[in-house]
């Protein structure tokens, strides 16, 4: 799935499928810390290889994945 804090984003949000998350929702579930340049950066990844979606403040996993 990716690199360690990536691979924890992915897992929760895989098991979680029908569920949309704020940012510190997934950083505490992923014990990450939701205002370090690091999460953001596992976020940012991510969204760019189009495997979670990001809406109102919102992200789930991309069903078509």
Do not use: C, H, M
């Not at 098991?15 to 990450?32: M, N, P, V, Y």
């Amino acid at each position: 799935a990716g690199k360690g804090g990536e691979g924890r984003i992915l897992k929760l949000l895989a098991d979680k499928a029908s569920t949309k998350f704020t940012r510190a929702q997934i950083a505490f579930a992923a014990e990450l810390v939701p205002s370090s340049g690091t999460f953001s950066t596992y976020i940012a990844n991510l969204k760019r290889r189009k495997l979670i979606i990001e809406e109102n403040e919102r992200l789930w996993l991309n069903p078509e994945i």
